[in-house]
């Protein structure tokens, strides 16, 4: 586990040329042809109430998946570069959360890992951006915005997230 907040140390850095932004330059980072199989794939994941086959699926795409990983109803891999991603056993992927290994931005898109250790937990409609490694039995509450790394054990909330014994000392 590195030090919170630097996220931006693990990731690529992709200039794009001219004076388009970088999402219009999509089809010269990844293959569209593997864009649309990673697609087909992951709206099969979204919609299937199987654990295993989601898993096997997600296997399929890259996706690192420990064993007894359990995936939610419409949770989300990243769809351009899935096999960034390592989700450690027995994890848990709440209801519409989203894993996102890359941004898109005006001049440029960044591309980063993302770790999800063992036994822990992201909320329902949890967004957690490119580089970040959740700790071992970490817990990020339902709706937060994951935008720095969480150590072990560490339960976060909010946009962004932020340890709530800070957010408790705060109040």
């Given at each position: 586990?590195?030090?919170?907040?630097?996220?931006?140390?693990?990731?690529?850095y992709?200039g794009?040329?001219?004076?388009?932004?970088?999402?219009?330059?999509?089809?010269?980072?990844k293959?569209?042809?593997?864009?649309?199989?990673?697609?087909?794939?992951?709206?099969?994941?979204?919609?299937?109430?199987?654990?295993?086959?989601?898993?096997?699926?997600?296997?399929r795409?890259?996706?690192?998946?420990?064993?007894?990983?359990?995936?939610?109803?419409?949770?989300?891999?990243?769809?351009?570069?899935?096999?960034?991603?390592?989700?450690?056993?027995?994890?848990?992927?709440g209801?519409?959360?989203?894993?996102?290994?890359?941004?898109?931005?005006?001049?440029?898109?960044?591309?980063?890992?993302?770790?999800?250790?063992?036994?822990?937990?992201?909320?329902?409609?949890?967004?957690?951006?490119?580089?970040?490694?959740?700790?071992?039995?970490a817990?990020?509450a339902?709706?937060?915005?994951?935008?720095?790394?969480?150590?072990?054990?560490?339960?976060?909330?909010?946009v962004?997230?932020?340890?709530?014994?800070?957010?408790?000392?705060?109040?």
């Open positions: 586990m590195t030090d919170r907040g630097s996220r931006h140390g693990r990731l690529s992709h794009t040329p001219g004076p388009l932004n970088s999402l219009q330059h999509w089809p010269d980072a293959h569209p042809l593997r864009i649309m199989l990673n697609y087909v794939v992951i709206v099969l994941c979204r919609i299937s109430p199987s654990l295993k086959l989601k898993s096997w699926l997600l296997r795409l890259g996706v690192s998946v420990g064993k007894g990983v359990s995936w939610g109803l419409e949770s989300t891999p990243d769809v351009f570069w899935p096999e960034l991603i390592t989700v450690e056993d027995h994890a848990i992927i209801y519409d959360a989203t894993i996102l290994c890359h941004e898109f931005l005006q001049d440029e898109y960044r591309l980063g890992e993302v770790v999800v250790g063992e036994r822990a937990m992201i909320g329902a409609g949890a967004v957690v951006l490119p580089g970040v490694e959740i700790g071992a039995g817990q990020v339902a709706n937060s915005l994951v935008t720095e790394d969480i150590p072990p054990g560490e339960t976060v909330a909010g962004p997230a932020e340890p709530l014994s800070s957010r408790d000392e705060s109040d």
